[in-house]
């Protein structure tokens, strides 16, 4: 675990400036990345989006701003510069497909479909990471959940390069995840199931990306559940994560089906419900979920909000 983690040398800055051919919100399109206001790997500042990523080529920072005429200026630093800014179009949702979408088969997705025209898929392109991410999400609050990542990946990854607002963090490789000690996993807040499920996959990891990098998006699922601990939640906010998947769905999260259930008739759902409320959008039902979220509409609480135990100390 670091003490101290001074600046590193950002060396030369690598500029682009991308072109949506569609209307783009960078903010709603990009900031679902982000892991909590303190997340050390995304940031938002000044109007500028903030990346820290390990990329195939190296840590990098990544800067985000888009100008008046709907164009995003990227900017990157460290050793992945070249490759985080050629990412930039995929994140922004350049490869996103919404063609075969119909928002008229409901008046809420229609009137959020008109409400937000540039909200699009993005794709982050970094499979482990992503895993990483949703492993740590399984089975707890987002409070948890946000909280763990952020000290994991301050203590355990590596800080990146460049004028970023506050000192940011690139998750750490593979080989890092697998080398975290035990004691830490449980300061961090984890449970050991989860904490036995990213070292579990880390131990494949390298195989792991590749195989889902070269199937068939079909066969993805098959090959992310394979792994002990990872069923069809995880690998679905995997996809949607990592590969900006339309149809993804997360059967099995705790609010989902409730929120999607008002939405659509009023009165919450369990997840067979929600698949049959979404099946007329079949191949773009992530997409429907995000203009759900997009159009502020949620069930009433019904209850306090759960504070959960922290057993760190014991």
């Known amino acids: 675990m670091r003490q ?8 030369p800055r690598l500029e682009s400036v991308y ?28 109007g500028v989006i903030w990346r820290a990523v390990r990329t195939p080529e190296g840590i990098a920072s990544l800067a985000l701003r888009q100008v008046a005429d709907g164009s995003v200026r990227a900017a990157a630093w460290g050793p992945g510069r070249q490759w985080a800014v050629a990412q930039v179009p995929a994140l922004c949702g350049a490869d996103d497909d919404d063609s075969d979408f119909d928002p008229s088969l409901h008046p809420l997705i229609a009137d959020s479909h008109h409400r937000h025209p540039g909200l699009r898929l993005g794709r982050g392109d970094l499979i482990f990471d992503a895993l990483v991410q949703s492993i740590t ?29 506050q000192p940011m963090f690139a998750p750490p490789s593979i080989d890092g ?26 131990r494949r990891g390298d195989s792991l990306v590749r195989a889902v990098e070269a199937c068939a998006p079909d066969r993805r699922d098959a090959i992310l559940t394979s792994l002990p601990g990872i069923g069809p939640w995880t690998a679905a906010e995997t996809r949607i994560r990592a590969l900006g998947d339309p149809d993804a769905v997360s059967v099995g999260d705790f609010h989902l089906a409730h929120h999607v259930g008002y939405a659509l008739t009023g009165t919450r759902v369990e997840d067979d419900g929600m698949l049959e409320l979404l099946a007329p959008w079949s191949g773009q039902r992530q997409r429907v979920i995000r203009y759900i979220f997009a159009s502020g509409v949620k069930e009433p609480r019904r209850a306090p909000r759960l504070h959960p135990e922290d057993h760190r100390a014991r």
């Open 4 to 11: 101290r983690d001074p600046r590193p040398d950002p060396g």
């Open 19 to 46: 072109h949506p051919t569609r209307p783009l919100d960078l903010y709603a399109t990009v900031a679902v990345f982000q892991r909590g206001p303190g997340d050390p790997a995304q940031a938002w500042s000044a």
């Open 137 to 165: 999400e399984q089975k707890v609050t987002v409070l948890q959940a946000f909280s763990a990542w952020r000290r994991l990946v301050t203590w355990f990854g590596e800080r990146v390069p460049g004028p970023t607002p």
């Open 177 to 202: 995840w697998r080398a975290i000690p035990s004691w830490a996993w449980h300061r961090a807040g984890l449970e050991p199931p989860q904490s036995r499920t990213i070292v579990g996959a880390a």
